[in-house]
């Protein structure tokens, strides 16, 4: 059985190409950021701290790859990224290894999504892992369940990937995809 990560990404794989342009609204320690740098032709990847962005760095010279790493946060998705979005990935929490005080928040998460959404191809995805197992998370997790189960149904499909029976506030993955064909 998959982990709730490595369905997200094979989700988003299904749909990219060096043609793709692609969001990685939290880059965390880099490892979306080098999945995305791998199978797309422009990476935009955002984060609120500095360590994230030295570390998405690191890894991405270690394999050679180039993306478009900004200090801000995804809510200011809409000021950098201009073009058709094609495939997006949010990690929500915090960021391991770091100040753990420092957590995505629902306004700021749902503000990205509304960009990053408005922006998507038809075909094109968004994988959230939802990590709710900190303060403020549960709140976030509600916050975002009631908005992607608001989406219209004639233009996104959204689905949830998760375990039933683990303890300890186990994360779980959201996938939503923008239905139609390009007029």
């Not at 369905?7 to 490892?31: C, I, K, N, R, Y």
């Amino acid at each position: 059985m998959k982990k709730p990560l490595a369905m997200a990404h094979d989700f988003l794989a299904e749909v990219l190409t060096p043609d793709s342009v692609v969001v990685d609204a939290t880059m965390g320690q880099g490892f979306d950021t080098v999945f995305l740098a791998k199978k797309a032709g422009k990476v935009y990847a955002f984060d609120v701290q500095k360590q994230a962005l030295v570390w998405t760095q690191e890894r991405l010279a270690r394999e050679n790859l180039v993306a478009n790493l900004i200090h801000a946060g995804h809510e200011q998705v809409a000021d950098y990224v201009k073009e058709k979005i094609d495939g997006a990935i949010f990690n929500l929490g915090y960021l391991p290894r770091a100040d753990k005080s420092l957590t995505t928040q629902p306004k700021t998460t749902l503000l990205a999504l509304e960009q990053i959404l408005e922006c998507l191809s038809f075909g094109g995805r968004i994988s959230i892992m939802v990590y709710y197992g900190h303060e403020g998370g549960q709140r976030e997790k509600d916050s975002l369940l009631d908005f992607v189960s608001r989406l219209p149904q004639k233009d996104f499909a959204v689905m949830s990937y998760q375990a039933l029976n683990q303890i300890n506030q186990p994360p779980f993955l959201i996938m939503i995809e923008k239905l139609g064909k390009a007029k």
